[in-house]
């Protein structure tokens, strides 16, 4: 009979699916500090906002699926947030950017997620013209407003604080640690997606969440170590 791993869900847009990428590797480094002990489930999806999130979740989490869920993360707003004059394919107004989220969560603890395994992280900030030069590049209008992306940051840090989640406030977090000048602008690659710096950054403050939710799960299998070489059999069939 197979055992149970435990798995961190990670679910967001591009921010998420880049997790491990040369420079975006915030989701190998979380994997790497949970090696066997929780399978990390990269379920980014680019160019994704909480409308189509919201649909999507109930086909990847579902009542049987969420007993083995430690812990989940939502990551979203980064499309929300683009102007919509500019970009009405993917802006969300910011009333039902809210309401997706709190539906998402809702959604989750009525699967037997408590709000205590759930955790927001809100939208970085965004180097406007950096990425005004990748979107002139590609022929597209540059939809980011700094300005607006603070709004749906303190949006989904609203939302965390009605359903008692944790929370990530990286828009305040990297505006704070860049705090001289324009430094900030280098845990950014592109203006939008992050910077090995960035990245790393992220990790860092995932993990002082991820951290305590996480602490009791012990390590899947037994140290090599501490493993009987004359009759291993004793060890393994004792394993449920």
Known sequence: MAINVPRVLLFGDSLTQFGYSEDGCWVSVIADK?????????????GYNTRWARLMLPKLVTKETANDIAA???FFG???????????????????????????????????LGS?????????????QHWKERMDAEGRPQSKSQEQTALYAKACESVHKSHGTGFVDLYTDMLKAGAEGDSWKSFLNDGLHFSAAGSKFLAERLWQQLEGIVSDIGMIFPDW????YVNPEAVFSAIN
Do not use: F
Request: hydrophobic share 30%; aromatic share 4%; charged share 25%.
């Open 116 to 128: 205590n395994r759930i955790i927001l992280i809100g939208p970085p900030p965004c180097d406007e």
């Open 34 to 46: 949970l090696q066997r002990k929780c399978d990390v489930i990269n379920r980014g999806y680019s």
């Open 72 to 74: 989940m993360v939502i």
């Open 225 to 228: 170590k501490t493993v009987d």
């Open 78 to 112: 980064a499309n929300d947030s683009v102007l919509k004059d500019l970009n009405p394919h993917q802006h969300v107004p910011l009333e039902e950017y809210q309401d997706n989220l709190s539906s998402m969560i809702t959604y989750l603890k009525s699967c037997g």
